[in-house]
C-alpha cells in the first residue's frame, strides 16, 4: 500500500470500518470504470469531489453518487456557498490526495463537507481510498459519521 492508502487505512481504523482496502489492478478514475472493477452499479460508487470556495478560497469537499452530478446552483441556494471548479494542484494542496483518489477522510487540513442525498439508495457505498487504483466500502451512515458530513439535495442525474 502507499502512503496515501495507509493514511485512510489508519482513518477507517478508528470507526470499525474492517472491511479494508481493495487495491485494483488498474486506476479506476472515473465512477464507471471503479463500478466495472467491482461489479457494482455506477450509483453505488461515491464521488469526492473537491470545489473552490470562490469567497474564502478554501476546498469543500462535495460527496455525490457516480450516476449524478452535482449541481452548483442548487448547493449555492442550499448553503449559501459560491463554489467553483478545482484544478489537480488545488486539490492536491487541499485534500493531500490527487484527482481519481481523493477519500472522503484522512485529508491533510479539515474541509467542510456535504454529502448528497443520492448516496442513500444503496445500503453499500465505495469510495476512493487514497489512490486511484483502491477503493473501500461502507454504508451511507458510516460515511456521515467518518466524514461529519451534512446532507443535501445537490445532484442531478
Known amino acids: 500500500m502507499k502512503a496515501a492508502n495507509l493514511r485512510v487505512k489508519s482513518c477507517l481504523e478508528k470507526y470499525s470500518l474492517d472491511q479494508g482496502i481493495r487495491l485494483l489492478d488498474d486506476a479506476v478514475r472515473t465512477a464507471k470504470a471503479a463500478a466495472e472493477a467491482l461489479g457494482c452499479s455506477t450509483s453505488q460508487i461515491a464521488n469526492s469531489l473537491i470545489f473552490r470556495d470562490m469567497h474564502s478560497d478554501g476546498a ?82 458510516q460515511l456521515e459519521q467518518m466524514t461529519a458530513g451534512k446532507w443535501i439535495d445537490a445532484s442531478v442525474d
Open 60 to 141: 469543500v469537499l462535495i460527496m455525490c453518487s457516480g450516476g449524478y452530478r452535482v449541481d452548483l446552483d442548487k448547493v449555492q441556494l442550499l448553503t449559501g456557498l459560491s463554489l467553483g471548479k478545482a484544478d489537480a494542484e488545488f486539490v492536491k494542496a487541499q485534500s493531500g490526495f490527487a484527482i481519481g483518489g481523493v477519500a472522503p477522510v484522512a485529508h491533510t487540513k479539515p474541509l467542510p463537507t456535504f454529502l448528497d442525498i443520492s448516496l442513500r439508495q444503496h445500503q453499500v457505498i465505495w469510495a476512493a481510498a487514497g489512490t486511484p487504483e483502491s477503493i473501500f466500502p461502507m454504508s451511507p451512515d
